[in-house]
């Protein structure tokens, strides 16, 4: 266990914010920015990286978002700091998201080290998963972890798995008929020496069974999409809130990046299923009106190889620098 007496340094809260990057963002997209000041790091959501085809009122970059900000408070308190973070503090200004402020020393658990050693490990992958199911109490710890951030984690039954298979296919569809989805795609797709987006290796093969929407990256590419054959009967997972305002998107997000944490720390790999939530019509039918509940994101889980971690743009890239006004005080 780890005591800390002092406040975290700039170099401190720069690894912490580096941390921060490796969250998971829709198509890779990363759309955050920080801004080291004093004992805080105030997150941006960057206008100029949010789909405008997939996420046209802003829900997915504010979930990304969240979950930077939640891998954030992660590693500050990794670090031996207790954090408080405040969402949306200044109205005048609607793309600083949040401010996370170290407070105080905090002991470092056992618990905070296992999720803090998933953050280099957790990944996106977009193959086949083992025909094993889950153990009730791993799905009983991944419920654990969103109820910590004030959201509701819930498995799908089998009939409620098939519907939302059957509405994520549909909303695929859908999507792909929306002016402006392929150039979208292509733009968020490639290798080279981009920092951002998917590349070709992380694409993943359809689903020869044609049950399990995997989006396909590779659809502009002029090889074939290889094809093999998905696990039949998917754990599915649905994320919800109590609410569908920004501030609910964020805690949405700061969710999602406690859930992937801890499922990764249990040997779990996991795939996001964001057609149906990107489809307003179709998300409306993912949960029953009568829960008072509104569903952000489905995820399906299970045991599968190492698929690798996407690239991630130089801190350089998403640290801003102080405003001018400021940069004669003491940043510690």
Request: aromatic residues 6%.
């Amino acid at each position: 266990m780890t005591v800390t007496s002092v406040s975290p340094t700039r170099s401190v809260l720069a690894d912490c914010v580096r941390s921060a990057t490796t969250a998971p963002s829709l198509h890779n997209s990363q759309p955050w920015l920080f801004r080291i000041r004093g004992s805080a790091v105030e997150v941006y959501a960057d206008p100029g990286r949010r789909l405008q085809v997939l996420d046209t009122d802003g829900r997915e970059q504010l979930i990304s978002v969240g979950a930077a900000v939640f891998t954030l408070r992660l590693a500050l308190r990794r670090a031996g700091y207790a954090s408080d973070a405040a969402l949306f503090p200044r109205p005048d200004d609607p793309d600083l998201v949040a401010v996370v402020t170290a407070t105080h020393s905090a002991m470092v658990t056992s618990g905070v080290e296992a999720l803090a050693a998933a953050i280099p490990r957790r990944h996106t992958s977009r193959w086949p998963f083992a025909r094993t199911s889950v153990p009730a109490d791993v799905l009983d710890h991944l419920r654990d972890a969103a109820r910590w951030e004030s959201t509701v984690l819930a498995e799908a039954g089998p009939a409620a798995r098939d519907a939302i298979l059957h509405l994520a296919r549909s909303a695929d569809h859908l999507l792909h008929a929306r002016p402006g989805y392929r150039d979208e795609i292509a733009r968020w797709t490639g290798g080279g020496l981009r920092h951002d987006g998917v590349p070709g290796w992380a694409v993943g093969p359809g689903d020869g069974l044609e049950r399990v929407p995997i989006r396909n990256f590779a659809e502009l590419s002029p090889l074939p999409r290889p094809s093999e054959k998905f696990e039949p009967n998917p754990t599915i997972l649905v994320l919800a809130t109590a609410g569908d305002r920004r501030c609910d998107w964020v805690r949405a997000g700061q969710a999602l990046q406690r859930v992937l944490l801890a499922a990764t720390w249990k040997g779990l790999a996991a795939t996001p299923i964001s057609q149906p939530v990107e489809v307003p019509a179709m998300r409306r039918l993912l949960i029953d009106p009568r829960a008072g509940l509104t569903v952000q994101m489905v995820l399906r889980i299970g045991y599968g190889t190492q698929a690798g971690r996407t690239p991630r743009r130089p801190l350089s890239d998403v640290l801003l620098p102080l405003p001018h006004a400021s940069r004669g005080r003491a940043v510690m």
